[in-house]
């Protein structure tokens, strides 16, 4: 057992008393058995009241025995004898029958007085029947007031009585003495002891009272409680209203619940949810205006029951109530600080009721409640709703950075579009500012292919009229008027009611219109507009990107095909600078993709390779007439000028940004695997891969072409020749991987 269990226990505690504390539980402590603290306290009373009336009759006794002067007295007898009982009525009071100990102490203390008195009659005289009022004093604290009456009659009968038993007492004597003491401070004490059990019972009633009043405030708020749990689950406006109803008719015990909610643009609460009342009949109430509500709760509050509404002949619907056999309403405003949300109704069938104030209490924290899950509900949907417009305004901006097709790009606007805006149609109509007309884009949600032959001027029609006007416009209802959009006729056969255009507006230009088809009437919010406008502004984000990235990659193509053709034009420059090559280099290119190919290069690593093999010999632009068209062998100093002319290459290419990355063949087809080739002496991997595979192309077409000093050898002689260069002059590998395509060639 651990250091604290110890210091709690029993035996501890015990030993922490004090000796008065221990005398107390001794001697004075009620019974365990007696568990109420009223009862607990009027046990300690009595035992207290016993035990110091035994103590005082024996110091009393001991003190008369010492003192008194008359011969053979005997009245300890009488005292002890009482003491003896007392002390056995002392051992009851610590048991819990405390009524009984009470009702014999009472008997004893007065029997043993009268007993005394009785038996030393001089003690009488000096005051002994004045003790009577202590057993009085005692049947106050433990005897009902009939009880205590009783009991001062048999006094008074006992003190009548005494002269006529004791004839050295007179009448004088008892008249003088104890009885008009006894008697007054008798009446005096029946007074008191009705005014305290006055008390008692105005207190038991308050406390009855306060206890029924905690117990509904308890049972309310339990309810109360109960009603905020389901409604704080709910996140469903329609699921919400309809668990409001049904706990409405639950706790206040009617068959019907209405739940009316207040509308802003009609200024009237229109009902929405019922419990008792068919849907259909709900629906089809008449909406409660806000000025005949302003002036019920001027008379009545916003809160309030009625007996009966059939009375108020200005009510709305009151001819369906009657119908419907409404009598009592308790009625109650749904408000969420200071903004009207709606109303909760409890509305009994056929009989007559008085709604209780607790009733009302409950109804109007039933509203509260309802009101407060009312705006959480709105703000959970706003919320949900503005999370849907981000994400699908990031998704609109994904299509917008990673999808250059215009075409899929107008298709995620529209998907977007529709479920965002919750409609039933859209289609965009893009500019083409070159004739000044709309022409179709593309469409979703329509059941004919009408609209894609739609062409309108600026001005035309609802959509050239937003382009025009550069703002959204809209038709209230097509089915009124709809001779004012293009293709009318056909709209109207879809069954679309409402319309709306909006222009796709971009750094100040029109780039198209978005049009909006729904069919049923639209009555749009501010936000729903502000969502519009921003969807159409990524819309023509959208256009202007597609369409400058078009344009960008038109320019981008042509100019490249630009470069290609210069690149070939200075190729071909060379081929007929150079009689002896003429043809070498279109061939040389044509075979290195081939190879390159075959080392699974990317499209973009081929083109650099196919305008590095073009540019190949571009560095003997650089080397004097004299040394390149030569006819015989070069000199020592001859061949250095020759060898410096991949250094010319990389000088001229190296400052054009877009032929870097084709520097590697112009600049290193003449380096060896073995170190021992120009301009740098590069060697193995150090050679970049494209120049070691040009390299062997380079020879090959060098060895299988004519020359006017000697003929072309055979494919198989060069082939061998490649082969014995591996390892010094080319890469193995790509001396393998050529021989394969060599033989492919063949075969093929």
Known sequence: ????????????????????????????????????????????????????????GVVIEFITIALITQPNYTGYRETFFAIFIMAIVYGLSRTRHIRLASILAITIATMAIFLTGWTQPYGVLGGLLDYLILPLWLGSLYLSLTELVLLLVIEIIGLLVFPLLTPEVTWNDILVGPFSFVFLMSILLIVLTRHRNLLELDRRTELIEKEKRSRREAARAEALLRVAEKLNAQLDLDTLLETISEETTRALDTPVSLVALYDQKQNAFCSTTAVGIPPEVTKNMSPFPRALYDQTIKDFGTVFGLPDIQVFSKLPNLDQFRQLNFRSLAFATMAYEHELIGSLTAITLGESRGFTEDELLLLRGLADQAALAIINTRLYKDAHRRLEHLQALRAIDIAITTNHDLQETLNVLLAQITKQLQVDAAVILLLDETKGQLEFGTSRGFQTSTLRYTSLRVGEGMAGRAAQQRQIVHVL???????????????????????????????????????????????????????????????????????????????????????????????????????????????????????????????????????????????????????????????????????????????????????????????????????????????????????????????????????????????????????????QHFDPHVVVVFADLIKQKSAG
């Open 477 to 727: 209802d097509l089915r009124i008027d709809p001779q004012t959009l293009a293709n009318a006729s056909s709209l109207v056969q879809e069954g679309f009611a409402s319309y709306f255009a909006a222009p796709l507006i971009t750094q100040g230009k029109v780039k198209g219109v978005l049009e909006i088809f729904h069919r049923s009437l639209l009555d749009p919010d501010k936000e729903w507009l502000d969502f519009l406008e921003a969807l159409a502004g990524q819309a023509a984000i959208a256009v202007e990107n597609t369409t400058l990235f078009e344009d960008l990659q038109r320019t981008n193509d042509e100019l490249s095909k630009a470069y290609d053709s210069t690149i070939e034009g200075w190729s071909h420059a060379l081929d007929l600078r150079d009689k002896e090559t003429e043809g070498h280099t279109l061939r040389v290119t044509e075979l290195t993709l081939e190879l390159a190919r075959a080392f699974e290069l990317s499209e973009s690593e081929l083109v650099q390779v196919r305008r590095g093999a073009l540019l190949h010999d571009i560095g003997k632009m650089g080397v004097p007439d004299r040394i390149l068209l030569k006819a015989g062998p070069l000199t020592a100093d001859e061949w250095l000028i020759m060898r410096q002319h991949p250094i010319y290459a990389h000088e001229m290419l190296r400052t054009i940004q877009y032929l870097r990355p084709a520097l590697d063949i112009p600049y290193c087809h003449h380096e060896r695997w073995d170190g021992t080739g120009y301009p740098r002496g590069l060697k193995k991997e150090e050679i970049p891969l494209v120049a070691r595979i040009f390299a062997v192309i380079d020879v090959w077409d060098a060895l299988t072409s004519d020359r006017p000093y000697r003929a072309a050898w055979s494919r198989e002689k060069t082939l061998i020749h490649i082969r014995e260069g591996s390892g």
């Open 1 to 56: 057992m651990s250091q604290t269990s110890s210091l709690n226990s029993p035996e501890k505690k015990r030993r922490a008393e004090t000796f008065l504390q221990r005398l107390w539980r001794w001697f004075i402590a009620p019974s365990p058995q007696i568990q109420a603290a009223d009862q607990r306290r009027q046990a300690t009373l009595l035992s207290a009241v016993l035990l110091g009336l035994m103590i005082a």
